[in-house]
């Protein structure tokens, strides 16, 4: 018996170092140095007009009272850069911090969670600042240092510095959440295209993105445009949100272009240099897209990314299908290229991941749909762009609704861009989802034109899309805890509201009380393409309990 109290007191030890210990270790072993910018970096504060200046560094505000997004130009060497970007956006950049963990909070509910995935994160990247390059990692603690003399400072367990060197590799972190059991992450979706010559209204090369990312409103409110001209290297303009170095869409001085969607392959590693500074890298150092893949193929990556790269001068476009394993080049075809979240270069035929993500994602849809629209209008601008990046409907134009995850705009993107490469122009849509007007830049700002407008679809999405989906978390919480009555009249404010997609006619199967009602709203339900084969099998069970 004292033997039998021995080894259950051992065992529990050992769960709680699992559980609480190694997380703890996790960390302290992923601190941080703190780097202290040199006393030349450390310029001035100062605002007039409602624009902020930092030596010769700004951030105003392009747009009205109605909407528009933040510019922040930044000049000189990687500390001046650094500390112009955290005085100048600091605050953003701490708003949009909190949003994440109260989003992170959603994610992983439970304490002893977050604290064992922030722990064993932490672990996992202690090696991480390997990875960087000197100068941005320059950049990165100038940015923490000024942003911590001008603005209060979101505190945290985890010290500033610490969360600046994950915080460039949230991207390629999340890749591996996915399927962790401790955390719901969110399912992805971007979208990009490429169009050329005959394809192209006046020829020359035209490119979009719609960058879907669901860390918080804070990353589609207060996009920021930043416009960095180096001390050395090319100047280049990127579209994300405060407080990064990197850059996941962008176009430099060159013409070249470099955006990034998620992929999927086998062989994924858990530490390595994330994709937003290699992008980064290929803007400040690129000129040609043979210059850019060699970059890429070079890079200890340790997730896989579909990187599009197009060039205006060299009238052309390919994206890099790259993984930690190895890389595949595909090419335009008939002038026309589309982008999703898997590979299909023959490197990847059958890579068991990628076959996955073909077999039970959204990608394979979105990307037929996407091609379907490209054919649809002869010669593109880039306002018939910004329709396709805009599109909610299914492959055939099949009304399903708002929000279904397997169109193109699911309405949970960050940011929305097309550009002309020729020109040098990219316009950037102001919130919500890329559905509001369109804003013209230049690599150094923002350009006197008029922007392009807003998508048909912007008013009900301001109006419908929050309520439609308290109304089927009501519906669904309601019926868990036993209110059917209130649950049923959630489930039809969810209908009125959206009511082509799948989950308003699977809430209202759930809460139907009569099995023929039942039965015929999940009919309804599978016939408008639920996302996921988890969405499916939900509506299938509610089919199968109905006579």
Not at 232 to 250: D, F, I, K
Not at 302 to 310: G, H, I, K, P, Y
Not at 326 to 351: I, K, Q, Y
Not at 445 to 467: K, M, N, S, W, Y
Request: glycine share 10%.
């Amino acid at each position: 018996m004292p033997l039998l109290r021995w080894l259950l007191a051992v065992l529990l030890l050992a769960a709680l170092w699992l559980g609480l210990g190694m997380p703890a270790l996790g960390f302290l072993v992923c601190l941080a140095p703190s780097r202290e910018p040199p006393p030349a970096a450390r310029l001035p504060f100062s605002e007039n007009a409602g624009v902020r200046h930092c030596g010769d560094s700004e951030r105003r505000w392009v747009g009205d009272d109605t909407g528009g997004v933040w510019h922040l130009r930044c000049v000189g060497d990687p500390a001046t850069v650094g500390w112009a970007q955290g005085a100048l956006v600091g605050d953003l950049t701490m708003r949009l911090e909190g949003e994440m963990m109260d989003t992170f909070t959603t994610l992983v509910p439970g304490f002893l969670a977050r604290h064992a995935v922030l722990g064993l994160v932490g672990l996992n990247g202690r090696t991480l600042p390997r990875f960087y390059h000197p100068d941005e990692l320059t950049e990165i603690a100038a940015s923490v240092a000024a942003t911590e003399a001008t603005w209060p400072t979101w505190r945290s367990s985890v010290p500033h510095p610490t969360r600046a060197i994950q915080y460039h590799a949230l991207h390629d972190i999340s890749h591996y959440l996915i399927d962790n059991p401790l955390v719901r992450v969110p399912q992805i979706g971007c979208t990009a295209v490429a169009v050329r010559g005959p394809r192209a209204a006046g020829g020359g090369m035209l490119v979009g993105r719609l960058f879907d990312f669901e860390g918080g409103r804070e990353f589609d409110v207060n996009k920021v445009v930043r416009s960095v001209r180096p001390a050395q290297g090319l100047a280049w303009l990127s579209v994300g949100w405060a407080g990064l170095a990197g850059a996941v869409t962008g176009m430099n001085e060159a013409g070249l272009w470099v955006s990034i969607n998620a992929g999927e392959s086998s062989g994924q590693g858990s530490v390595g240099r994330p994709i937003i500074l290699v992008a980064r890298e290929i803007l400040q150092s690129c000129r040609t897209i043979t210059e850019a893949e060699a970059i890429l193929r070079a890079a200890p990556v340790f997730v896989s990314e579909a990187v599009l790269l197009a060039s205006g001068r060299e009238a052309r476009a390919v994206v890099v299908e790259l993984g930690p394993t190895g890389c595949d080049v595909r090419a335009m075809e008939d002038d026309r290229l589309v982008v999703t979240n898997h590979f299909l270069a023959p490197r990847w035929s059958d890579d068991p991941a990628n076959r996955r993500r073909l077999a039970e994602g959204t990608s394979p849809r979105r990307y037929a749909r996407a091609m379907e629209l490209l054919d649809a209008t002869p010669a593109h601008t880039p306002t018939t762009l910004l329709e396709v990046l805009r599109d909610r409907r299914a492959v055939g134009g099949q009304e399903v609704g708002f929000g279904n995850r397997g169109t193109i705009n699911a309405w949970i993107g960050a940011h929305l861009v097309v550009a002309d490469l020729s020109r040098q122009v990219v316009w950037v849509c102001e919130a919500p989802h890329g559905l509001g007007r369109a804003w013209a830049f230049g690599i150094d700002g923002p350009l006197a034109q008029t922007p392009l407008p807003a998508g048909v679809d912007r008013e009900r999405c301001i109006q419908a899309a929050g309520p439609w989906a308290r109304a089927l978390r009501d519906a669904r919480g309601l019926h868990a805890a036993g209110d059917h009555v209130g649950a049923a009249r959630a489930a039809a404010e969810a209908a009125t509201l959206n009511p082509d997609h799948f989950e308003s006619h699977e809430v209202l199967a759930l809460t139907a009380t009569d099995p023929a009602l039942r039965a015929t709203q999940a009919r309804r339900a599978l016939a408008l393409q639920p996302a996921y084969p988890e969405d499916r099998l939900r509506c299938e069970r509610l089919l199968a309990g109905s006579p």
